[in-house]
Every structure is written in C-alpha cells, then in structure tokens.
C-alpha cells in the first residue's frame, strides 16, 4: 500500500515522477515500480520521501495504512453488496413463484 500512498503524495505535489526520481536520488524507474507495489520502499528510502515532502515518516506510514484500511473496507462492502443482492433476488423469485401459484 506504499505505493499508492507515495504516487498519491508525489501528485498532490504536482511531480511528474522523473522529477521526484531527481529529488530522490534514484531511477524514474525505480519510482514507477515502488509505486505500482513491485517494490517495498527502504528505511533510507522513506527519510528521502520524508525529506522531499517535508513530512515525518510516521506520516507516510499512517497515509498508507488508512489506505490500506479503506481498501480492506470497499471489499467487504462490495461482499455484503452481493450478499444482499442474492437474498433480494431470491425473495423475487419466491414471489414469482407464489404469484404463479395464485393464478
């Protein structure tokens, strides 16, 4: 969840990611593949970003985290979604059914 969180601060900042590479000390490659999740971010690495957006690490942590919560959030509401739906869809079809009967 990294990832997302620093591709999120690097454009809230309005850095494309070359100039964020320059910034780091590192490849514009190497900041695509942290930010697509492909590599977890170092210690050091971290005290950079830190230091570039002139926020404590602790920060960076709790903004990944929160995302990382959000997202386990919108999962399970996507399974009761289609929980509820299969319980509604089954009550129509039971009334379906019963006023078939009816008739």
């Not at 170092?42 to 957006?53: E, G, P, V």
């Amino acid at each position: 969840m990294f990832g997302q969180a620093l591709k999120l601060l690097r454009r809230h900042q309005g850095l494309n990611q070359l100039a964020l590479a320059k910034k780091l000390g590192v490849s514009r490659s190497y900041v695509s593949e942290l930010e697509s999740g492909n590599r977890t971010p170092s210690l050091d690495l971290l005290n950079r970003y830190a230091d570039t957006f002139n926020v404590p690490v602790s920060s960076l942590v709790f903004f990944a985290e929160a995302l990382q919560d959000r997202e386990n959030l919108s999962g399970r509401l996507d399974q009761a979604k289609g929980v509820i739906a299969r319980k509604v869809i089954a009550l129509l079809t039971l009334l379906d059914i019963d006023s078939e009967v009816e008739l």
